[in-house]
Structure formats: structure tokens, C-alpha cells
């Protein structure tokens, strides 16, 4: 079978009880809830309550604090980040001959020095500061688009649609995609495909647009024949601060 390749889909507050694996009623999670029956389901979990502990954390394998990122979320235009220094999970995999991608809100400084493509990634397409609008669109280290002309409404369906080219581009070598979703935080937002469809209200619509991406890669992992090479795992940062457990 030769060495897996790894995905990492990061949601951003879901809450445990926003799927239907988990008891959820009201929104419809199809491609998780088959993906938590056919694999491992984890019922108790630990993380950060911030963004950007828990994605310093997650990335290093460290407490935050060791790594000087526990205080609270990094804001727009900081000049903080992570520490070129530590050792990121990509960096590991890429010394391993791995390809590797970010996708989505970074979230561990804005600095060209800081940014993932300096800390392990060979790709980048995302916001790398806080959450929907309040940072310019990179590709590489690159601004694309600058914050306020981004249509934040399509920000799922772009961010699925480089995680499924850059499988498609990598199926024939070992990759680590990093797939970090800024949904379902507020402020929120859903393509036209998913509005108003949920009955638990927008909140409902990002989680289900959220959960059609996951399918989206589960799919394309299947159509190149990388269902038994590779390992899959989905989580969320922290939980849900507007949607009460069951």
C-alpha cells in the first residue's frame, strides 16, 4: 500500500451536537455521519476555546503556551505568529517526501515568514487571519483578493474546490491536505445552494454546506482510488457558542 496520505478537515466552532452523529435533528450531516459509521467516533475530546491556540497547538503538537500563542486569537494585521523555529506537521511530512497543501484560515500570523508556506507547505489558498472578511485572500503568499471585495457567500464552495484539484494534481504521490474551514463561525455565510435550505436557520445552511464539502473530497478521494490509502480525520476547533447541547 506504500506510506497513507493524510486529510485534515478543521471546522471552526461545529459544535458535537450540530451533526447527526452526534444527535443533531434539525440539520442534515449525511457525508459525516456515514464517515463517523464506518470509521472511529470520538466522544471525548479536549482542545483550546480559541482559534489560534488550537491551531498552534494542532499544528505542533505543543501547548500553546510553550510555543507563546495561548494568550487569545491573533487579530488583523498582527505582527505575531508562529515561530518559524517550531516544527510544523508539514514540515515533518514534507521531510518524508509528501506533498503537502493549506486551505482555508490559517489563523498563526500574517507575515510572509509566518505563513504557511513557510512553515511546511508547498500550497496555500485562504484567509490566514481571523474569520469571514477580516483578512485579504492569499494564494501562496500572494494577496488575490483584498478584504471586502471577497465574496465571503462562495467561501466553502472555493475552498472545496482547491482541496479537490489539489488531489486530483497529487493522487500519484503521498500528500497532506490541511483543509481548514472557517464555517460555521459567525459572522455566517452560505452559497445560494444552501441558503435557507436548513431548518436550524443559517447556522443550519454553513453546517450543511460544510458537510456537502466533506463529501466533495470524500469523492474525489474515491474516484482516484485513494479510499484505502488514506487517512481521514474531521474536527472542530472549539464548540458551538450559539447552539445549546442536547
Partial sequence: VGRPNF??????????????????????????DRLAKEGVRCTDFYAENVCTPARAALMTGAYPKRVGLHRAVLPPNTTEGLHPDE??????????????????????G?????????????????????????SDLYRGTEVIEKRGAIDLDQLTQRYTAEA????????????????????????????????????????????????????????????CGLDDNTVVLFISDNGNHDRPAP
Fill in 110 to 134: 500574517l507575515r510572509p515568514e509566518v505563513l504557511p508556506t513557510a512553515q511546511g507547505f508547498d500550497f496555500y489558498f485562504g484567509l490566514p487571519g481571523p474569520n469571514h472578511g477580516a
Fill in 7 to 32: 486529510v485534515l478537515i478543521l471546522a471552526d466552532d461545529l459544535g458535537y451536537a450540530d451533526l447527526g452523529c452526534y444527535g443533531a435533528t434539525d440539520i442534515r450531516t449525511p457525508n459525516l
Fill in 87 to 108: 516544527i510544523t506537521l508539514a514540515e515533518l511530512l514534507k521531510g518524508r517526501g509528501y506533498a503537502t497543501a493549506a486551505i482555508g484560515k490559517w489563523h498563526l
Fill in 164 to 223: 479537490v484539484r489539489f488531489i486530483r494534481e497529487h493522487q500519484d504521490r503521498p500528500f497532506f491536505l490541511y483543509l481548514a474551514h472557517s464555517a460555521t463561525h459567525v459572522p455566517r455565510f452560505a452559497s445560494a445552494s444552501f441558503r435557507g435550505k436548513s431548518a436550524a436557520g443559517l447556522q443550519g445552511d454553513m453546517t450543511e454546506e460544510l458537510d456537502w464539502s466533506c463529501g466533495e473530497v470524500f469523492r474525489t478521494l474515491h474516484e
